[in-house]
């Protein structure tokens, strides 16, 4: 079978990262194919970056030429993922409540290690609106950015404490709620003896299962198929959009 | 004060609808100002729809050049108010929440009425994560699409239907769950004996208050200002946009 | 309009304080006018007087001559909202709710700091019953009493320390559960970089709001007009009552 | 032992009716004495009532000379259970729990049975705040007065098609929300072949079941011994009540 | 890999069929084996019979010769599977559970539908610890006994009818909770136009994603490895036990 | 009355442990006869002893000889209630349910102390299928293992310090969620000004409440009688069961 994983920001290198996570964790019959959106953010931290994401992912996945069985939504705590459920025929997987559902069974709370403390509302908001938040004992920030993840020794203090506050919370089972702390993060976790569940990994296997088991999303309700209408997926070429800029919040007065 | 209205599609008469409510329940110090999306669905309904959307609102409110002193988000159950409050220095106040936070005042559970069944979760999501369901006794569709709003008896025969199994459910106060009902509405609500609360109308007031009171967001936590860094907003100019289209959900095998 | 600010207790220079500062927040066509109970406890601390307060207020709203346009109840997490709504035709806003309504809008979870921890649960209570604790994060006591708030250095430390806490149980704004530490509280919020909400301020807006609006209270269900019967507001003259003591737990065994 | 049994209303008869299911329950060693306010509602339907009956029955128990054992508050879903235990250094049992608990213990989730709609919510609150909402399936009203109870046949029909209402809705036991509908009451619910439990006989078990072990409130965090201070019951004499008059909701301008 | 299918009754002849569904389910590579306990009921209808089956269930496990990478629990809202996370060293499935977690990423709420109504809170209690129960829209009984489920015509319009309640609860998936009816359930679904997940299915998939990727139950917390100790699983030989017989409640007076 | 006490273990020492704690709980007229389980645990320590215990449990109920009146199961956090709800004609209080229901009458929240952490998880599950988890603060662990309760001041050091966790956490109330440590845990208790309450004396006064108010387990729902059917209680003579052991959990590859 074929998956879809598609990156939630335009950085080719993590889309490539998440793809080699998602083929490690893939069965034998399973081609992973990554995609990186033309457009949005270059990493998604916090909410403007996540819905920017989400219609940047959306747009790719409208309009694809190319068979696939499933996707799969990399992106941790971003928005997104019932749009395309609308959108396709096919199932949809988001790496945030896979790794959910699978660190349930393996322990009765989970705990989410994440990077910067803005990200971890977003986090908690997609976990309760995937109905996976009650056994969720904490979403804690090890306060580190993407880019201080080199400092080695620095981020494993991090990470390790950051799971142990997640531990004190009552998680048995952590989750990976970011990238680039992955192999740290296992060492935290073999060090705490709990399991580490990483959510492009539990994507892929619950896709796959759902496409095994020949299921896909219900069209009954709230994930009907999208209406036909006018949709304008970017500005008009004769009042051509800003470009990218470094975004500010911005007080006008 | 300046308040902006954003419309959550690009169709300019709804954006013009919409700002007639807000006139009429602003206070006299008041200006509306009405800004449509340059792109995104011509109206939402979905959550394809949602996050078109919710990335076209926050495009229009990143440049802005004008100063305003708040933001009105006028999308009954889209998405991406948190964004807004991490793009924005002002308050900012999404009608869906609004006419919640109102409607708890006026009596014990209310209800909210909408056009299509596919919205009802949207907008039970949007309840949730704003923090107001709790006294959300129900989320009743009405049925009619857009388009059909036009055969006025029928229409009110629905809406009087609607608001009575929200009030079966417990519900004391309607909230307005859709623009094009407004008028019928009233007169449904009237007969039920229930008060019924605008989104739009409610979130000015809930703007003018909080400008009024010299509040704004929070920095702190999830609403920290973006982190300076690479976004684009539409697609590569040599990599063009696949434009306008009637999107069907598709299966691509 | 005109909009009454009933005070929770006897001490006409609470009723003044919470004036001054409804005042300060109302629109220039707002008359605010202070209403003292004729009865009741000298100042509310916990649910005897809580409950005494209810219904010294309730007293004193039932028989007005003058007219008005909203009610403020100005005692944070003090009884009695839901008999005014009864007793009442103009809208009814309890200060607890207006300033976790206000809260809401500015930040994901916010947090009230109270005086002595004995009010705590009576707030979570109100909160709860009022439908917007769901993102309540933490309700904090400075455990200082009211007759203590004299020394500055000692309150602004127990503020900011209480402040912390509810920061750190997620809080990103800060609702005043007391009148007398509010100067303080500002400062102390200034530090942590968190807004304050004011339940009176917000009271008077979202009453001013409701009336300009044209909304109050459904007569639906649980807030219809009282039945007429019988009902006796004092001890009758015969068997007088035992008058103003102060009243300790007693165990009469 | 001594349980005072104080109504929640001015209606020496209703006093009676409650002490006599009262000594139904109770066992043999147990002394059973009825309390009436000396003023407040005539009967107890809405919020108004349940606020001046809450301040009523607090002012009749701070001041009584004989021992007693144990309190139970005989007003079903009626304010001031709280307050009683700040007073009282004996055990306080409301009737509105005291069902609710054992009803816990008989199915696995219970419905209570009221006569108007207006006290369902205010029944679901007292539920809510007493920590034993979660297994209450539904609180069902006849629509039927206290006046109208006198039509036994109609009454009758009306019980049964609330326990069935209550029962569709989940509920294996019942719970009597109102005092003069017991005898009918149990021959519904034999007919509908389930249980019902009286709020005033499970709360005297209660109370002797505290009393026989010992036990009585906690006087640390919520339920310490009120603070010392002026708190007057009643007006002043030079200003004098109101007195006794029909009720209306009022509407001022 | 090899998993292990255990029974929750002694009928081996729906041992034999859960094996037949795992084994449809199942990836290439792996092997079913059943497994069906020595003692128990005949089939699980009720909390007697289900916490009988949990014990004979960890009674087959804990004694196992054979090397197995999994367990599914093939009891719905059968009791067990905690103690089977204690017990064993690889990752243990129960099917209730399963079927949850795949129908969260097929709809926004997911129905169960069962045979009687003893069953629904039994089911209902196993979702809420399992962490699963906040997207279930209901659990529907059809009032059927597992051995009226030959009348073809009459199971069809009953699961037709308990599947049309779920829709209108708000399911937009469907979850077998039981074996006997899963073919017409198919019918049924496909009539009301939802996908069916059969826990059997969904509990392979799920225990060969858990295996795939190298995960196992957290010896942190709950699920630590049983102390060492003195357990007896049966009576003692000089004191047989009863022996099956037809278990009636009694009432010993 | 005749109240049989059920141990969860095997451990006659226990039973009567309870016995003698139920018996100075009980009024005059009640006899307690203590039952101990022919089979299961030594003690009941985690998930595999818990359901073991409750099949061992329902064993012993299902074929009694002699008259009673009312079932109290005192195994705290033990599975098995609801089957022996079904089974029998008489009331049943499982001491876990009870120890709460009287702690939610005699503070605003309640907290349990138990020994291992192993246990808390289980705990937090009877509470929360019981109906009383939404006033639990916490479930507090001291660490210390049934053997190792004889240090008598490093136990009254652990659980003086588990209670002040509990506190902290909001507790009011204590409950004591093991046997071994009640007269330390009264000690600690009363240095932290809170009450204790234990289990098996609540479930004796709340059996005994049951019984005089002529309550039974409703049969209508969860609890009907249990089907007739085929049961065996132990593995086929001819295929003798592995007899006691010590259990440890295996890793089978």
């Known amino acids: 079978m074929r998956i879809l994983v598609t990156n939630c920001n335009t950085t080719v290198a993590m889309t490539e990262e998440s793809c080699a996570r998602a083929r490690a964790a893939a069965g034998p019959g399973t081609e992973i ?15 403007v970056d996540s ?15 190319e068979p696939f069985d ?6 941790f705590g971003e928005h997104g993922r019932e749009g395309a459920r609308e959108l396709l025929g096919v199932p949809v997987v988001d790496i945030t409540e896979a790794a959910a559902h699978l660190a349930c069974l393996l322990g009765r709370r989970y705990g989410v290690v994440t990077t910067l403390e803005r ?16 056994h969720c004992a904490a979403v804690v920030a090890t306060g ?7 400092d080695e020794p620095r981020v494993l203090a991090a990470v390790t404490a950051a799971g142990a506050r997640a531990r004190q919370a ?19 976790a073999a060090e705490l003896g709990m399991p580490v569940v ?7 296997k619950l896709a796959e299962s759902l496409v095994g088991l020949g299921l896909t999303t219900s069209r009954v309700g709230s994930y009907a198929t999208p209406l036909s209408k006018r949709r304008s997926w970017s500005p008009p070429p004769d009042e051509p959009a800003a ?4 975004g500010e919040g911005r007080r006008p007065r």
Chains 1, 2, 3, 4, 5, 6 share one sequence.
């Open 243 to 246: 470009g990218p800029r470094a």
């Open 198 to 204: 990483d959510g492009v990994a539990a994507a892929v």
């Open 70 to 75: 499933a996707v799969v939504m990399a992106g």
């Open 51 to 65: 819905f920017l994401s989400a219609a940047a992912v959306l747009d790719l996945l409208r309009d694809l030429d």
């Open 119 to 134: 990200s971890c509302g977003q986090i908690e908001d997609s976990l309760l609106t995937a109905g996976v938040a009650q």
């Open 144 to 150: 580190l950015g993407v880019l201080e993840l080199a």
């Open 170 to 188: 009552g998680a048995e089972v952590l989750v990976l709620g970011c990238a680039g702390m992955t192999r740290l993060m296992q060492t935290a």
């Open 33 to 47: 194919v990554g995609l990186t959106p033309r457009w949005g953010p270059e990493s998604a931290e916090g909410w």
